[in-house]
């Protein structure tokens, strides 16, 4: 667009174009020439380049001045980092913008603000650096990024302070740290149009889980307003997950929605006030709902993958992707602001599985949102601003309202990082997860809970929620080799009930999950009784209506409430082992344990055995349940239709009789869940000798059998299986268990069904799961941590038995 010396417009630039224009330009004009005529929305803009920062210190004689500041300098001393930091930074403040070069500027921003048909456009200005956004680099907010620049005069102020950005005290010591030399790194000015996201949201998106490597997901965080908040961690961000395979076609395929506390916003400044952004409360009503919606979440979700397909290439390896988004409150429109590889996760080697385990509890003093799977202890430094920076010692727990990149030079010698602020992309989370450190985001109180020099232990490896337990509690490590694991004929499944391990857990070698209870999920998460979401009339505790009100707020009904967050916890374990069949057992509380939900006690009644009451399938067709279990099935009807997870199976436990069978799925079928249409199979829990006496029968009404060990052994040696007298009594592998084991594996080959067991006896015995091998059983399910001791033993026993031509032993 001109013979210009020192500027190139977007769509001049290509990623190959780093040393010119540095990673954060190379990349946003790599899209805006190839992506846009995809569909994706980019905002114009142009480069001042790298040579433009060589002609700054050419031209004022500066360079030998800016070495000699730097000579001999020790990143470990907080404090002549700062000074000299400032001081090279007033240097090129000093030198200011030649005349050369700021003509070239100006015409460059009137023909920008001409073409957005306004004098004086509002802009970005950000900085670019000629090593940064490298895969195994990030870089990442190293250098200054001025928003709402408006005039020749805040232009030019801002272009002058990018170009001395690079000598912020975070990005000297980075470039130590990963070996750059200072004086082969330049820096480019972007200057882009503004998003009006002030008016509306923006945020950040990744096309990878951050926290365990999954690759199948866009993770998107989001808060209203300017996108600086998000990234310094001032923000508790709403999040987002949708899963990539099924986004396509009609699929609406967002598997988690978490709500974030959205306190303030960052918005324009005034009028003619100096103070070009500014940051104001959000309201307490926008505070509670989500700040994009439902259509607005996929689109991104596709901005993200056409994004990551783009630098993928014609390479089989994905290049996972870290995207900044915003929203113009004018326009309603979706734009893309920068995208930068991903330099965690990818890098990660993915054949080595490291487990951290706490091996004892404490009370826990806060919780927040965990980033990484590691534990950590150590003592408690609370720092209350950068200037007391210098007061941490190595080691120790850092624990801040938030931190910001002028924090980085203590950062790294941190046992662990709490904020009170910031979500799961903010820049405490970014920076720990490059240095490989636990860290707790989001944490609210952790300031005022935490006081400097308590011992504490901070986990990260118990799901999506971090903990910080008082003292310093023993944990150890395992890392297991995952190439050494060899592929068994009977296929592995593992049980599992936490929707937050379902993504790391993924990564082991498994045949998919043969157990996901909905039990945890509705405990967890939803908390509140069916019925007394369908019958809020009933409750008439002021308390517990209230504490449901809470739960259920911003939605529609409180039905919507229950349905959405079961099928986001079922959706989730669905797509972490997306096309492995997922088998997820409709809901099996007792009525004792269903009372102790919010609002139970108004539904169910009192039972002197409920372990053998009212549970399982008889619920699911009596008016006492009927309107619960349609919500189940709702949430099913979601999870496999519109996320377009059809590796759903469900299961049905506890049927005791043929006619409960027939009750159960005309149900399921009311509600939209017919087994055989769309390819649904239904399972029943192979758990009363019922099941296995009458298995020819049972086959007609359903596709596969799962061996519950804990209740067939129960009702096969009439053992209550919670009773401690009676503990030495229960054991599966008493002769007449493994009888009707056996019994139960051979009926279902004989109808052609498929057999599997669930329970717990193969995790705690090994010996268990080689019986069950040699009985020719489909698969077993077993407990995650046990899945590494028994696939070698399931492995020798099939060698054992080629080698014998043996396929079972008669009892």
């Not at 002028?406 to 920076?431: F, L």
């Not at 000798?689 to 029968?697: A, K, M, R, Y």
Request: proline share 3%.
């Amino acid at each position: 667009m001109g013979n210009s010396k020192y500027i190139r417009w977007f769509e001049e630039i290509t990623i190959g174009d780093v040393p010119l224009v540095g990673g954060k330009n190379a990349s946003i004009g790599e899209m805006y020439r190839e992506l846009t005529k995809e569909g994706i929305r980019i905002p114009n803009g142009f480069a001042v380049t790298a040579d433009a920062y060589w002609h700054v210190l050419e031209e004022s004689g500066t360079l030998d001045e800016l070495k000699k500041t730097l000579e001999g300098l020790d990143t470990e001393d907080v404090q002549d980092l700062s000074e000299r930091g400032k001081k090279a930074r007033s240097i090129i403040l000093d030198a200011g913008i030649p005349d050369d070069l700021w003509e070239e500027i100006k015409e460059a921003y009137d023909k920008l603000s001409e073409q957005y048909g306004t004098v004086d456009t509002d802009v970005a200005v950000r900085s670019s650096a000629t090593a940064e956004d490298l895969p195994n680099a990030s870089f990442a907010g190293q250098q200054e990024t001025y928003l709402n620049i408006s005039g020749y005069h805040s232009l030019k102020d801002a272009c002058s302070r990018c170009f001395a950005s690079l000598f912020t005290d975070r990005a000297i010591s980075y470039r130590v740290n990963n070996n750059f030399d200072h004086f082969k790194v330049g820096l480019s000015v972007g200057v882009m149009k503004m998003v009006r996201s002030d008016l509306a949201s923006s945020g950040v998106m990744f096309t990878i889980d951050t926290e365990s490597g999954f690759e199948d997901v866009v993770f998107i965080t989001a808060a209203y307003g300017l996108g600086e908040n998000i990234v310094q961690g001032l923000v508790n961000p709403d999040e987002y997950y949708v899963f990539k395979p099924t986004l396509k076609d009609d699929n609406r395929p967002i598997i988690n929605k978490t709500l974030g506390e959205k306190a303030i916003k960052m918005i324009y400044g005034r009028g003619d006030s100096r103070v070009l952004t500014r940051n104001v409360e959000v309201p307490e009503a926008e505070r509670k709902s989500f700040c994009i919606n439902d259509e607005e979440i996929l689109q991104l979700a596709r901005y993200a993958v056409t994004i990551e397909d783009h630098y993928s290439g014609k390479n089989q390896k994905r290049s996972p992707m870290d995207i900044e988004w915003a929203k113009d409150g004018e326009t309603g429109e979706l734009f893309i602001v920068q995208a930068r590889p991903e330099t965690v996760q990818s890098q990660r080697k993915k054949n080595i599985l490291e487990n951290y385990i706490l091996d004892e509890r404490s009370s826990v003093i806060v919780k927040g949102r965990s980033v990484g799977s590691k534990i950590a202890s150590g003592k408690v430094r609370v720092i209350e601003d950068v200037s007391r920076l210098s007061s941490f010692k190595a080691g120790e727990v850092l624990v801040a309202d938030t931190t910001t990149p002028d924090w980085e030079p203590v950062m790294k010698r941190a046992a662990a990082i709490i904020t009170n602020k910031g979500g799961r992309t903010c820049h405490a989370a970014i920076v720990s997860r490059e240095l490989g450190i636990p860290a707790v985001v989001g944490a609210t109180d952790a300031t005022e809970k935490l006081e400097t020099g308590m011992e504490v232990t901070l986990s990260c490896a118990e799901g999506d929620v971090g903990k910080v337990y008082e003292g310093a509690l023993d944990f150890h490590t395992e890392s297991v080799d995952l190439t050494e694991i060899e592929n068994a004929k009977t296929e592995v499944m593992m049980n599992l009930g936490n929707p937050e391990e379902a993504f790391g857990l993924s990564m082991i070698p498994n045949d998919g999950i043969g157990l996901a209870r909905l039990e945890f999920i509705i405990s967890s998460y939803i908390r509140i009784h069916p019925m007394a979401l369908v019958h809020p009339e009933k409750v008439d505790d002021e308390s517990v209506l209230e504490q449901i009100e809470e739960l259920t707020k911003g939605y529609e009904s409180k039905e919507d409430y229950f349905v959405e967050k079961l099928a986001f916890g079922v959706g989730t374990i669905a797509a972490a082992f997306h096309p492995k069949p997922v088998v997820v057992r409709m809901s099996d509380f007792k009525s004792n344990e269903y009372e102790s939900l919010l609002g139970g006690k108004y539904f169910e009644f009192e039972e002197n055995n409920p372990m053998l009451g009212f549970r399982g399938a008889s619920r699911y067709y009596d008016e006492r349940y009927r309107e619960g279990f349609a919500l189940e099935c709702r949430a099913m009807k979601r999870v496999r239709e519109e996320m377009g997870l059809s590796n759903l199976i469900l299961m049905i436990p506890f049927c005791r009789r043929i006619e409960e069978a027939e009750k159960v799925l005309a149900e399921m079928k009311k509600h939209g869940l017919e087994r055989g249409k769309n390819d649904l199979q239904i399972y029943v829990m192979c758990e009363i000798p019922s099941n296995i006496l009458l298995i020819d029968e049972f086959s007609k009404y359903f596709d596969g059998f799962s061996i519950g060990s804990n209740d067939l052994t129960q009702l096969t040696l009439g053992v209550d299986r919670d009773s401690e007298i009676l503990a030495e009594a229960f054991d599966e592998r008493d002769e007449a268990v493994k009888k009707i084991v056996a019994m139960a594996i051979k009926g279902a080959k004989k109808n052609g069904k498929h057999s599997g067991l669930c329970g717990q006896a193969p995790s705690d015995f090994p010996e268990f799961a080689e019986f069950l091998v040699r009985q020719g059983i489909d698969s077993i399910s077993l407990n995650p941590d046990s899945v590494m001791e028994i696939v070698p033993r399931i492995k020798k026993t099939e060698e054992e038995m080629e080698k014998n031509d043996c396929l079972s032993i008669d009892l």
